[in-house]
Protein backbone atom coordinates (compact mmCIF):
# COMPACT_ATOMS: atom_id res chain seq x y z
CA UNK A 1 0.00 0.00 0.00
CA UNK A 2 1.23 3.60 -1.04
CA UNK A 3 0.54 6.13 1.37
CA UNK A 4 -0.26 9.77 0.38
CA UNK A 5 -0.32 13.12 2.70
CA UNK A 6 -1.54 15.86 1.36
CA UNK A 7 -0.94 19.46 3.26
CA UNK A 8 -1.80 22.48 2.57
CA UNK A 9 -4.23 21.81 -0.41
CA UNK A 10 -1.25 20.54 -2.67
CA UNK A 11 -3.28 17.83 -4.11
CA UNK A 12 -1.25 15.07 -6.34
CA UNK A 13 -2.48 13.36 -9.49
CA UNK A 14 -2.32 9.26 -8.44
CA UNK A 15 -0.37 7.34 -11.46
CA UNK A 16 -3.07 5.54 -12.18
CA UNK A 17 -7.83 5.46 -11.70
CA UNK A 18 -8.59 4.78 -8.21
CA UNK A 19 -11.96 3.56 -6.69
CA UNK A 20 -12.01 5.52 -3.39
CA UNK A 21 -13.64 4.59 -0.14
CA UNK A 22 -14.08 7.96 1.77
CA UNK A 23 -14.36 8.61 5.29
CA UNK A 24 -12.83 9.15 8.56
CA UNK A 25 -12.23 5.56 9.10
CA UNK A 26 -11.94 5.51 12.99
CA UNK A 27 -11.92 1.85 14.10
CA UNK A 28 -11.68 0.61 11.25
CA UNK A 29 -15.03 -1.56 12.25
CA UNK A 30 -16.63 -4.03 10.26
CA UNK A 31 -19.02 -1.36 8.66
CA UNK A 32 -16.00 0.38 7.46
CA UNK A 33 -14.51 -2.94 6.19
CA UNK A 34 -17.55 -3.63 4.02
CA UNK A 35 -17.02 -0.08 2.45
CA UNK A 36 -13.30 -1.45 1.48
CA UNK A 37 -14.32 -5.15 0.28
CA UNK A 38 -16.93 -2.85 -2.09
CA UNK A 39 -13.99 -0.51 -3.20
CA UNK A 40 -12.03 -3.57 -4.10
CA UNK A 41 -14.51 -5.05 -6.32
CA UNK A 42 -14.39 -2.78 -8.97
CA UNK A 43 -12.01 -2.59 -12.37
CA UNK A 44 -10.01 0.15 -10.57
CA UNK A 45 -6.77 0.12 -8.22
CA UNK A 46 -8.70 0.36 -4.71
CA UNK A 47 -7.84 3.39 -2.09
CA UNK A 48 -8.85 5.23 0.91
CA UNK A 49 -9.25 8.26 1.26
CA UNK A 50 -9.52 9.65 4.75
CA UNK A 51 -8.76 12.90 7.09
CA UNK A 52 -6.32 13.71 9.75
CA UNK A 53 -6.68 15.19 12.20
CA UNK A 54 -9.80 13.82 12.84
CA UNK A 55 -12.67 16.43 11.99
CA UNK A 56 -13.97 16.80 15.31
CA UNK A 57 -10.55 18.63 16.18
CA UNK A 58 -11.76 21.71 14.29
CA UNK A 59 -15.51 20.78 14.09
CA UNK A 60 -15.77 20.67 17.52
CA UNK A 61 -12.88 22.21 19.13
CA UNK A 62 -11.72 19.47 21.11
CA UNK A 63 -7.97 19.51 20.50
CA UNK A 64 -6.94 16.59 21.94
CA UNK A 65 -9.96 14.39 20.34
CA UNK A 66 -9.56 10.59 21.20
CA UNK A 67 -9.56 8.26 18.97
CA UNK A 68 -9.90 3.89 18.41
CA UNK A 69 -7.34 3.94 16.05
CA UNK A 70 -5.06 6.93 15.40
CA UNK A 71 -3.29 7.22 12.38
CA UNK A 72 -0.32 4.70 12.48
CA UNK A 73 -2.43 1.53 13.63
CA UNK A 74 -5.09 2.65 11.25
CA UNK A 75 -2.75 2.61 8.05
CA UNK A 76 -1.52 -0.93 9.54
CA UNK A 77 -4.76 -2.33 9.34
CA UNK A 78 -5.44 -0.67 5.75
CA UNK A 79 -2.46 -1.91 4.63
CA UNK A 80 -3.44 -5.89 6.02
CA UNK A 81 -6.82 -5.30 4.33
CA UNK A 82 -5.22 -5.02 1.05
CA UNK A 83 -5.83 -1.51 -0.27
CA UNK A 84 -3.58 -0.11 -3.00
CA UNK A 85 -3.47 3.36 -1.92
CA UNK A 86 -4.33 5.26 1.47
CA UNK A 87 -5.23 9.20 0.40
CA UNK A 88 -4.64 11.07 3.83
CA UNK A 89 -5.83 14.95 3.58
CA UNK A 90 -4.94 17.11 6.18
CA UNK A 91 -8.36 18.72 7.66
CA UNK A 92 -7.97 22.26 9.07
CA UNK A 93 -9.59 25.16 8.79
CA UNK A 94 -9.25 25.97 5.10
CA UNK A 95 -10.54 22.50 4.22
CA UNK A 96 -13.50 22.59 6.31
CA UNK A 97 -14.52 25.47 4.47
CA UNK A 98 -14.20 23.99 1.46
CA UNK A 99 -17.23 24.29 -1.23
CA UNK A 100 -18.34 20.85 -2.06
CA UNK A 101 -17.99 21.69 -5.88
CA UNK A 102 -13.86 22.50 -4.91
CA UNK A 103 -13.58 19.13 -3.50
CA UNK A 104 -15.17 17.18 -6.11
CA UNK A 105 -13.16 18.81 -8.35
CA UNK A 106 -10.08 17.72 -5.99
CA UNK A 107 -11.17 14.56 -6.47
CA UNK A 108 -11.17 14.45 -9.95
CA UNK A 109 -7.84 15.83 -9.89
CA UNK A 110 -6.47 12.81 -7.68
CA UNK A 111 -7.28 10.63 -10.86
CA UNK A 112 -10.75 9.14 -8.38
CA UNK A 113 -13.35 7.44 -10.72
CA UNK A 114 -15.34 6.06 -8.48
CA UNK A 115 -16.32 6.54 -5.42
CA UNK A 116 -17.84 4.24 -2.26
CA UNK A 117 -19.39 6.13 0.50
CA UNK A 118 -21.59 5.26 3.24
CA UNK A 119 -25.31 6.00 3.47
CA UNK A 120 -24.78 9.22 5.86
CA UNK A 121 -21.91 10.39 4.31
CA UNK A 122 -21.24 14.30 3.82
CA UNK A 123 -18.40 16.59 3.04
CA UNK A 124 -17.22 19.90 2.35
CA UNK A 125 -18.38 23.47 4.05
CA UNK A 126 -21.11 23.39 6.67
CA UNK A 127 -21.38 19.26 5.58
CA UNK A 128 -23.61 20.65 2.23
CA UNK A 129 -22.46 17.39 0.21
CA UNK A 130 -23.98 14.36 0.33
CA UNK A 131 -24.02 11.13 -1.60
CA UNK A 132 -26.47 12.20 -4.34
CA UNK A 133 -23.88 15.07 -5.40
CA UNK A 134 -21.14 12.55 -5.74
CA UNK A 135 -23.56 9.71 -7.70
CA UNK A 136 -24.23 12.87 -10.31
CA UNK A 137 -19.97 12.83 -10.76
CA UNK A 138 -18.27 9.43 -10.14
CA UNK A 139 -19.15 5.76 -10.56
CA UNK A 140 -21.05 5.79 -7.56
CA UNK A 141 -21.54 2.41 -4.94
CA UNK A 142 -23.42 3.38 -1.76
CA UNK A 143 -23.15 0.83 1.16
CA UNK A 144 -26.39 0.45 3.57
CA UNK A 145 -25.45 1.18 7.16
CA UNK A 146 -23.91 -2.50 8.52
CA UNK A 147 -26.01 -4.37 11.31
CA UNK A 148 -24.77 -6.80 13.98
CA UNK A 149 -26.65 -8.26 16.86
CA UNK A 150 -29.24 -6.39 15.89
CA UNK A 151 -27.32 -2.89 16.19
CA UNK A 152 -25.90 -0.73 13.43
CA UNK A 153 -22.19 -0.79 13.61
CA UNK A 154 -20.76 2.54 14.31
CA UNK A 155 -17.55 3.83 15.49
CA UNK A 156 -19.81 5.77 17.87
CA UNK A 157 -20.93 2.73 19.47
CA UNK A 158 -17.81 1.46 19.40
CA UNK A 159 -16.88 4.13 21.98
CA UNK A 160 -19.92 3.76 24.06
CA UNK A 161 -18.85 -0.07 24.49
CA UNK A 162 -15.30 1.02 25.48
CA UNK A 163 -16.71 3.47 27.88
CA UNK A 164 -18.81 0.43 29.65
CA UNK A 165 -15.64 -1.73 29.48
CA UNK A 166 -17.28 -4.28 27.07
CA UNK A 167 -13.96 -4.84 25.09
CA UNK A 168 -15.15 -8.63 24.16
CA UNK A 169 -18.25 -7.29 22.62
CA UNK A 170 -16.08 -4.35 21.33
CA UNK A 171 -13.77 -6.82 19.45
CA UNK A 172 -16.87 -8.53 17.26
CA UNK A 173 -17.36 -5.14 16.09
CA UNK A 174 -14.17 -4.06 15.47
CA UNK A 175 -13.64 -7.65 13.67
CA UNK A 176 -10.34 -7.82 15.81
CA UNK A 177 -9.64 -6.97 19.16
CA UNK A 178 -9.14 -3.28 20.57
CA UNK A 179 -5.33 -2.44 21.25
CA UNK A 180 -3.38 0.62 22.32
CA UNK A 181 -0.03 1.08 21.19
CA UNK A 182 2.39 3.50 23.29
CA UNK A 183 6.16 3.87 24.59
CA UNK A 184 6.78 2.43 27.77
CA UNK A 185 7.90 5.55 30.36
CA UNK A 186 8.89 6.14 33.75
CA UNK A 187 6.73 4.95 36.01
CA UNK A 188 7.15 5.41 40.09
CA UNK A 189 8.17 1.80 40.94
CA UNK A 190 5.91 0.81 43.17
CA UNK A 191 4.59 -2.64 41.60
CA UNK A 192 7.83 -3.70 41.34
CA UNK A 193 8.45 -3.33 45.28
CA UNK A 194 5.25 -5.53 45.82
CA UNK A 195 6.03 -7.84 43.33
CA UNK A 196 4.30 -7.14 40.25
CA UNK A 197 6.16 -4.81 38.27
CA UNK A 198 4.44 -2.62 36.06
CA UNK A 199 5.15 -0.58 32.31
CA UNK A 200 3.57 2.63 32.07
CA UNK A 201 2.56 3.07 28.81
CA UNK A 202 2.28 6.92 27.24
CA UNK A 203 -0.64 5.88 25.16
CA UNK A 204 -1.19 9.36 23.78
CA UNK A 205 -4.99 10.39 22.14
CA UNK A 206 -5.85 6.43 22.26
CA UNK A 207 -9.70 6.73 23.27
CA UNK A 208 -9.52 4.69 27.14
CA UNK A 209 -11.43 1.66 28.05
CA UNK A 210 -13.54 2.10 31.36
CA UNK A 211 -11.14 2.24 34.24
CA UNK A 212 -10.54 -1.43 35.84
CA UNK A 213 -8.13 -4.22 35.58
CA UNK A 214 -7.98 -6.82 32.15
CA UNK A 215 -6.87 -9.66 30.66
CA UNK A 216 -4.51 -8.49 27.79
CA UNK A 217 -1.74 -9.71 25.31
CA UNK A 218 0.95 -7.41 24.71
CA UNK A 219 3.06 -6.74 22.18
CA UNK A 220 6.95 -6.51 22.19
CA UNK A 221 8.96 -6.72 18.76
CA UNK A 222 6.19 -9.13 17.57
CA UNK A 223 6.50 -11.29 20.16
CA UNK A 224 3.12 -11.84 22.21
CA UNK A 225 2.79 -11.73 26.06
CA UNK A 226 0.40 -12.63 28.40
CA UNK A 227 -0.71 -10.03 30.77
CA UNK A 228 -3.14 -7.73 32.74
CA UNK A 229 -3.42 -4.07 32.46
CA UNK A 230 -5.01 -2.06 34.87
CA UNK A 231 -6.31 1.47 33.79
CA UNK A 232 -7.01 4.39 36.40
CA UNK A 233 -5.91 6.72 38.87
CA UNK A 234 -3.78 4.48 41.58
CA UNK A 235 -6.38 4.70 44.56
CA UNK A 236 -4.24 2.61 46.37
CA UNK A 237 -0.89 4.62 46.28
CA UNK A 238 -0.18 7.74 44.41
CA UNK A 239 -3.45 8.64 43.51
CA UNK A 240 -2.74 10.49 39.49
CA UNK A 241 -5.32 12.59 38.75
CA UNK A 242 -5.07 11.46 35.23
CA UNK A 243 -5.79 8.49 33.80
CA UNK A 244 -2.95 5.77 33.48
CA UNK A 245 -2.41 2.53 31.94
CA UNK A 246 -0.67 0.03 33.49
CA UNK A 247 0.82 -3.64 31.91
CA UNK A 248 1.94 -6.42 34.30
CA UNK A 249 3.48 -8.97 31.89
CA UNK A 250 3.69 -12.52 33.30
CA UNK A 251 7.08 -13.90 33.44
CA UNK A 252 8.78 -10.93 31.90
CA UNK A 253 11.58 -9.56 33.76
CA UNK A 254 13.68 -7.42 30.83
CA UNK A 255 14.09 -3.92 30.68
CA UNK A 256 11.56 -2.45 28.27
CA UNK A 257 11.71 1.29 29.01
CA UNK A 258 11.27 3.48 26.37
CA UNK A 259 10.24 0.37 23.89
CA UNK A 260 6.93 0.84 21.53
CA UNK A 261 4.63 -1.92 22.84
CA UNK A 262 0.82 -2.79 21.90
CA UNK A 263 -2.11 -3.81 24.95
CA UNK A 264 -4.10 -5.56 23.35
CA UNK A 265 -7.63 -6.11 25.28
CA UNK A 266 -8.91 -9.54 25.67
CA UNK A 267 -11.44 -9.20 28.77
CA UNK A 268 -12.40 -6.97 31.76
CA UNK A 269 -11.70 -8.70 35.31
CA UNK A 270 -13.03 -6.29 37.84
CA UNK A 271 -13.45 -2.60 38.74
CA UNK A 272 -10.15 -0.58 40.06
CA UNK A 273 -10.60 0.06 43.64
CA UNK A 274 -8.53 1.35 46.22
CA UNK A 275 -7.10 -0.92 49.04
CA UNK A 276 -6.68 -0.15 52.83
CA UNK A 277 -2.78 -1.91 52.74
CA UNK A 278 -0.48 -3.07 50.54
CA UNK A 279 -1.32 -7.08 51.97
CA UNK A 280 -4.78 -6.44 50.44
CA UNK A 281 -3.91 -5.11 47.14
CA UNK A 282 -1.01 -8.06 46.81
CA UNK A 283 -3.36 -10.74 47.60
CA UNK A 284 -6.30 -9.21 44.98
CA UNK A 285 -3.43 -8.92 42.12
CA UNK A 286 -2.69 -12.55 42.72
CA UNK A 287 -5.93 -13.47 42.42
CA UNK A 288 -6.41 -10.99 39.00
CA UNK A 289 -3.76 -12.88 37.38
CA UNK A 290 -4.96 -16.58 38.46
CA UNK A 291 -8.39 -15.12 36.63
CA UNK A 292 -5.80 -13.91 33.63
CA UNK A 293 -4.68 -17.42 33.23
CA UNK A 294 -7.73 -19.20 33.40
CA UNK A 295 -9.30 -17.13 31.32
CA UNK A 296 -6.50 -17.95 28.94
CA UNK A 297 -6.74 -21.39 29.33
CA UNK A 298 -9.91 -21.58 28.81
CA UNK A 299 -10.03 -19.30 25.18
CA UNK A 300 -6.69 -22.30 24.26
CA UNK A 301 -9.02 -24.75 24.87
CA UNK A 302 -12.22 -23.52 22.50
CA UNK A 303 -9.48 -23.20 19.45
Known amino acids: ?13 LPEPVCAAIGNFDGVHLGHQKLIDECKRHNYKSAVLTFYPHPSVFLKKIP ?21 YLIVIEFNLEM ?19 CVCGYDFTFGKMAEGTIRDLAKEFE ?10 DVRVSSTYIREL ?5 VFKA ?13 VKFGNQQGRLIGFPTANIDYKNYFVPKTGVYFVNVKIDNVLYLGMANIGHNPTFNFKENIELEVHIFNFDDDIYDNQVEVIFINRIRDEKRFNN ?3 LINQLKKDRSECLNYAGDLYLTK
Open 64 to 84: NYPLITPLEIKTDILSRLGID
Open 140 to 149: FYEVKKYVFD
Open 162 to 166: LSSGD
Open 1 to 13: MKSIFIKDKNFVT
Open 96 to 114: ASMPKDEFIEKMKFMNIKS
Open 278 to 280: KDE
Open 171 to 183: KRLLGRPYSMRGR
